[in-house]
């Protein structure tokens, strides 16, 4: 549980902070001090729920802390929090705005340019020799399909072990899983580029917020 040192229930000094003893003593030493506070305190090693000092202090245990619905923290910021004290107990609140739009702009493309890699490095099916087969679209995978192509001769073959089968491979088949893999890689930038569109033309929060990804 967190607690609040406040004055008056107006003014918070302290929190919202876990039980912390030491940390919440010298804080009420500096407020006595500073002359805020008019009698001394020890703070217990151990939570005692709600505490009333004196000149209006009272340390309240924070029973609730209340979001706006929908909350949604690449659109939103929180304002607040607003405070109420009853029957002991804090209990804060918060509103929310719409972010300012360019930082809503820049969250957004730092997600679809994540999303993009994924799937540039989630692989995709492809048919080869009447047999559809997985193929590798991670950097490192696709360097490997494209270094052996060049190496090959147009006469050679080459046994490629895919999760599904083994096939024997030409340099036509190699090139063709090279030529579906550029294309797949194309695809998933030419999809980025496309949300990046809609994102720098919208001119509001909520037409960002209508924007799909994934």
């Known amino acids: 549980m967190k607690y609040v040192l406040v004055q008056n229930k107006s003014q918070i000094f302290l929190g919202p902070i876990d039980w912390r003893p030491r940390f919440i003593q010298s804080e009420i030493d500096t407020l006595l001090e500073e002359g805020d506070l008019s009698q001394q305190y020890t703070v217990p090693p151990v939570e005692q729920g709600y505490i009333q000092l004196a000149d209006g202090f009272e340390i309240y245990p924070i029973t609730s802390i209340i979001d706006p619905a929908d909350f949604d923290p690449k659109f939103d910021d929180l304002i607040g929090p607003v405070w109420s004290f009853e029957n002991n107990e804090a209990r804060m609140s918060y509103t929310k705005q719409d972010r300012q739009i360019d930082a809503v702009r820049s969250s957004l493309k730092e997600i679809v340019a994540a999303e993009r890699f994924i799937k540039e490095n989630a692989g995709t099916m492809i048919n080869i020799q009447s ?84």
């Open 131 to 214: 047999n559809d087969v997985f193929l590798d679209t991670s950097r490192e995978g696709r360097n490997i399909f494209v270094q052996k192509y060049f190496l090959m001769g147009d006469a050679d073959t080459v046994n490629w072990k895919f999760p599904t089968c083994w096939l024997t491979l030409t340099k036509t088949d190699l090139g063709q899983l090279v030529t579906a893999g550029v294309k797949y890689i194309q695809d998933q930038f030419d999809w980025e580029k496309n949300l990046v569109e809609q994102i720098d033309s919208a001119q509001t929060v909520g037409q960002l917020r209508s924007i799909k990804i994934g």
